[in-house]
């Protein structure tokens, strides 16, 4: 499957919506689309993940390299949305104590 990256700014904020599969296939694609939009400096990026069905270990090295290049230009990250799915790989890894992610609320996945 592929991944879908739309973005929207609105000042100094940046809301990147996913869709797809976050694989070793679609990560260059990803980092690519985020790497940019994270050296800019003092914005907030909030990458949504309402529709990411699957995520590998690459993907979660794009975040990763996300979180470094938005820390080093004082801007913030933060990730939402998540499936209890996908958001148990960030907190198996330990990722989830780094990374600011939102717990999903009651009644959406």
Request: with cysteine; aromatic share 6%.
């Amino acid at each position: 499957m592929n991944l879908t990256i739309r973005s929207e700014q609105t000042d100094n904020a940046y809301h990147i919506y996913l869709a797809g599969e976050i694989d070793a296939y679609t990560a260059p694609q990803l980092r690519e689309s985020l790497i940019p939009l994270a050296k800019e400096k003092g914005i907030e990026m909030t990458i949504h993940f309402n529709e990411v069905e699957y995520i590998d270990s690459t993907g979660l090295g794009v975040f990763v390299g996300v979180l470094k290049t938005t820390d080093a230009n004082g801007s913030n990250l933060k990730l939402c949305g998540m499936s209890s799915r996908v958001r148990r790989l960030f907190s198996i890894t330990g990722l989830d104590e780094v990374i600011t992610i939102e717990e999903v609320k009651e009644g959406q996945s």
